[in-house]
Protein backbone atom coordinates (compact mmCIF):
# COMPACT_ATOMS: atom_id res chain seq x y z
CA UNK A 1 0.00 0.00 0.00
CA UNK A 2 1.29 3.66 -0.65
CA UNK A 3 -0.20 5.97 1.90
CA UNK A 4 0.56 9.98 0.78
CA UNK A 5 0.56 13.45 3.02
CA UNK A 6 0.52 16.80 2.29
CA UNK A 7 3.61 17.78 3.56
CA UNK A 8 5.56 20.85 4.84
CA UNK A 9 8.66 20.84 7.10
CA UNK A 10 7.69 17.51 8.09
CA UNK A 11 4.15 18.79 9.42
CA UNK A 12 0.41 17.82 7.48
CA UNK A 13 0.41 20.79 5.21
CA UNK A 14 -3.43 21.84 5.71
CA UNK A 15 -4.35 22.63 2.21
CA UNK A 16 -4.57 20.02 -0.30
CA UNK A 17 -4.89 22.54 -3.34
CA UNK A 18 -1.79 24.26 -2.46
CA UNK A 19 0.64 21.38 -1.55
CA UNK A 20 4.38 21.43 -2.98
CA UNK A 21 4.96 18.37 -1.69
CA UNK A 22 3.66 15.18 -0.52
CA UNK A 23 5.43 12.56 1.85
CA UNK A 24 4.40 8.86 0.04
CA UNK A 25 5.37 6.02 2.24
CA UNK A 26 5.46 2.55 1.11
CA UNK A 27 3.62 0.24 3.60
CA UNK A 28 3.93 -3.50 3.39
CA UNK A 29 2.49 -5.64 6.16
CA UNK A 30 1.62 -2.32 8.45
CA UNK A 31 5.19 -1.25 8.31
CA UNK A 32 6.91 1.19 6.60
CA UNK A 33 9.70 0.47 4.21
CA UNK A 34 10.10 3.48 2.65
CA UNK A 35 9.05 6.84 2.43
CA UNK A 36 10.28 9.99 0.14
CA UNK A 37 8.82 12.98 -0.84
CA UNK A 38 7.90 14.32 -4.41
CA UNK A 39 7.71 17.51 -5.43
CA UNK A 40 4.44 18.60 -6.99
CA UNK A 41 5.92 20.62 -9.69
CA UNK A 42 3.02 23.26 -9.41
CA UNK A 43 0.34 20.82 -10.18
CA UNK A 44 -2.79 21.94 -8.07
CA UNK A 45 -6.40 21.12 -6.62
CA UNK A 46 -8.28 18.81 -9.26
CA UNK A 47 -4.50 18.03 -11.25
CA UNK A 48 -3.03 16.64 -7.92
CA UNK A 49 -5.87 13.49 -8.06
CA UNK A 50 -3.84 12.34 -10.99
CA UNK A 51 -0.79 13.31 -9.97
CA UNK A 52 -1.23 10.61 -6.97
CA UNK A 53 -2.60 8.52 -8.88
CA UNK A 54 0.75 8.33 -11.19
CA UNK A 55 2.68 7.71 -8.27
CA UNK A 56 0.04 4.86 -7.43
CA UNK A 57 -1.12 6.09 -4.17
CA UNK A 58 -3.62 4.33 -2.20
CA UNK A 59 -4.39 6.69 0.94
CA UNK A 60 -4.44 10.64 1.38
CA UNK A 61 -3.76 11.80 4.39
CA UNK A 62 -4.23 15.74 4.51
CA UNK A 63 -5.61 19.29 6.41
CA UNK A 64 -8.40 20.85 4.60
CA UNK A 65 -9.53 19.48 1.39
CA UNK A 66 -12.08 20.91 -0.63
CA UNK A 67 -15.14 19.18 -2.13
CA UNK A 68 -13.84 18.96 -5.82
CA UNK A 69 -11.00 17.74 -4.81
CA UNK A 70 -12.36 15.06 -2.75
CA UNK A 71 -14.74 13.92 -5.68
CA UNK A 72 -11.60 13.75 -7.79
CA UNK A 73 -9.96 11.81 -5.14
CA UNK A 74 -12.93 9.28 -4.91
CA UNK A 75 -12.76 8.69 -8.76
CA UNK A 76 -9.58 7.92 -8.98
CA UNK A 77 -9.95 5.23 -6.33
CA UNK A 78 -7.88 7.19 -3.55
CA UNK A 79 -9.21 6.73 0.41
CA UNK A 80 -8.84 10.38 2.14
CA UNK A 81 -8.38 10.69 5.68
CA UNK A 82 -8.61 14.72 6.45
CA UNK A 83 -8.44 17.22 9.10
CA UNK A 84 -5.13 15.56 10.45
CA UNK A 85 -2.91 17.81 12.15
CA UNK A 86 0.72 17.50 13.33
CA UNK A 87 3.79 14.96 12.30
CA UNK A 88 3.56 13.80 8.95
CA UNK A 89 5.30 10.37 10.56
CA UNK A 90 3.48 10.18 13.36
CA UNK A 91 0.22 10.63 11.10
CA UNK A 92 1.30 7.54 9.21
CA UNK A 93 1.85 5.46 12.41
CA UNK A 94 -1.33 6.55 13.79
CA UNK A 95 -3.02 5.33 10.71
CA UNK A 96 -1.09 1.94 10.25
CA UNK A 97 -2.27 1.06 14.41
CA UNK A 98 -6.20 2.04 13.38
CA UNK A 99 -6.06 5.32 16.07
CA UNK A 100 -5.85 8.34 13.49
CA UNK A 101 -7.84 11.29 14.34
CA UNK A 102 -9.35 12.61 11.68
CA UNK A 103 -12.56 14.28 9.88
CA UNK A 104 -14.73 12.57 7.32
CA UNK A 105 -16.93 14.94 7.11
CA UNK A 106 -13.89 17.73 6.38
CA UNK A 107 -14.70 20.27 3.88
CA UNK A 108 -12.78 23.44 3.06
CA UNK A 109 -14.82 26.23 1.85
CA UNK A 110 -12.62 28.88 0.85
CA UNK A 111 -13.58 28.66 -2.54
CA UNK A 112 -16.93 29.98 -1.26
CA UNK A 113 -16.08 33.27 -0.51
CA UNK A 114 -13.36 36.02 -0.48
CA UNK A 115 -10.14 36.65 1.69
CA UNK A 116 -8.32 39.17 1.81
CA UNK A 117 -4.63 37.74 1.28
CA UNK A 118 -3.10 34.15 1.12
CA UNK A 119 -5.86 31.34 2.52
CA UNK A 120 -4.62 29.94 5.55
CA UNK A 121 -7.32 26.50 5.75
CA UNK A 122 -7.07 26.31 9.76
CA UNK A 123 -8.20 29.41 10.49
CA UNK A 124 -12.07 29.19 9.47
CA UNK A 125 -12.67 25.35 10.29
CA UNK A 126 -11.40 23.81 6.80
CA UNK A 127 -10.64 20.64 9.75
Known sequence: M???VT????MVFQHFGHT????????????IVGSKVIPTMGNGHGALAGFLTDNKVDVLICGGI????QSALAN?????YGGVSGQADEAVN???????DF?????????????????????????
Open 66 to 69: GAGA
Open 20 to 31: EEFKVYDVQDNA
Open 76 to 80: AGIKL
Open 103 to 127: NPDVHCDHHDHEHGGEHQCGEHGCH
Open 2 to 4: RVA
Open 94 to 100: AFMAGNL
Open 7 to 10: YENG
